[in-house]
């Protein structure tokens, strides 16, 4: 059984830093791609980054040279690094890979 489970999120102010994490069972990360959406009220679930088996990664538009994606094999765990972080990065985070999904991981910048 597959189980991704991410942590990390929390409150931070307009330019601070979060790095969250994904934590697979059942599942290996260096053979799958893994991606990480975001979910803000309201809005639908939107790609933010993803890391493929070879390590090419990807990014949306809006957190390039900000978010940084990585994954550590050892761990069985994808890290997303997000730094210069802004209001509009408010969202429930979640991690998937191979069609499965975490539970979500909330992330609010507020002052």
């Known amino acids: 059984q597959v189980q991704l489970v991410e942590s990390g999120g929390g409150l931070v102010q307009p330019g601070g830093s979060l790095r969250l994490s994904c934590a697979a069972s059942?599942?290996?990360?260096?053979?799958?791609?893994v991606a990480w959406y975001r979910q803000a009220p309201g809005k639908q679930r939107d790609l933010v980054a993803l890391?493929?088996?070879?390590?090419?990664?990807w990014y949306v538009g809006s957190v390039k040279d900000r978010f940084t994606i990585s994954r550590d094999n050892a761990k069985n765990t994808v890290y997303l690094q997000m730094n210069s972080l802004k209001p509009e990065d408010t969202a429930v985070y979640y991690c998937?890979?191979?069609?499965?999904w975490g539970q979500g991981t909330q992330v609010t910048v507020s002052s």
């Open positions: 998937t890979a191979r069609s499965n």
């Open positions: 059942g599942l290996s990360f260096s053979i799958n791609t």
């Open positions: 890391v493929n088996s070879d390590g090419a990664t």
